[in-house]
């Protein structure tokens, strides 16, 4: 009982250090090379997201879960290492038929205390199995699963402007290149958090998807809640 009182009191100490430290940094969250503890929460109309976020020093690491209404599941990791306004990233997002990482750069051009942009490139590929229906005639259809993979490129740019009370908005346009099937798919993330005290904050994001050769016109909405650590 004694180990898990010290044990208990050494973990309540390093979060409230950390949480000092926090603060004293003045960060801005909506800032993607900022480094911060966090627990979020997301809800489309038919999909909940679960986050989670740790950030040492130049490192951060995140974990994050998608579970829709039907019980569809996608899972991502990302490990994340930022230098002076430099960072490089390897993210893994995987569901039960499909695989993707990709490695990425970013980079932190403040143009005034309240207006930054980020130029992103990353690089990677996916890996996804596709199913083939055969007619067979009197013996029935016959379903098949054949993997496909492609490397990919994608360019984008992170644009945000920080209130000075600690708000955000934030624009993320980016568009992936498949090289096998040589398409674009352009995407848009949009959003904005608001800070309800030091530690917490609601807000909103869009996702855009445009339509392409390999992609249909789709926008998906969500609500968010983080806490701050």
């Known amino acids: 009982m004694n180990m898990v009182r010290v044990f208990t009191a ?11 430290q926090t603060r004293a940094e003045d960060i801005n969250y909506g800032d993607p090379t900022a ?8 809800r489309s109309t038919d999909t909940t997201q679960i986050n989670a976020m740790y950030g040492t020093g130049n ?20 490990f994340f290492h930022v230098t002076d306004g430099l960072g490089y990233s390897v993210d893994v997002i ?17 143009l005034t205390n309240n207006i930054m942009v980020f130029p992103m490139l990353s690089a990677g590929f996916t890996d996804v199995d596709v199913q083939y229906t055969t007619r067979n005639g009197y013996w ?34 980016k568009s992936t290149y498949l090289i096998k099937a040589k398409k674009w798919v352009p995407q848009v993330e949009m959003g904005a958090g608001y800070m309800i005290n030091d530690n917490a904050s609601i807000g909103f994001k869009i996702d855009y998807t445009a339509e392409s050769d390999l992609s249909q016109e789709n926008t998906v909405a969500w609500l968010q809640a983080n806490y701050y650590f």
């Open 35 to 42: 480094s911060f503890s966090s627990l979020g929460v997301s």
């Open 59 to 78: 490192s951060i690491y995140m974990g994050g879960v998608n579970v829709s209404d039907k019980g569809d599941t996608t899972a991502r990791g990302r």
């Open 10 to 20: 050494i973990l309540l100490a390093v979060l409230l250090v950390h949480s000092i």
């Open 140 to 173: 029935g259809d016959t379903t098949y699963t054949h993997p496909e993979n492609d490397n990919l490129i994608q360019p984008g740019i992170y644009a945000m402007y920080a209130f000075d009370n600690g708000h955000w908005l934030y624009a993320n346009p």
């Open 94 to 110: 995987g569901t039960k038929d499909s695989l993707m990482a990709i490695g990425g750069v970013i980079y932190k051009i403040a």
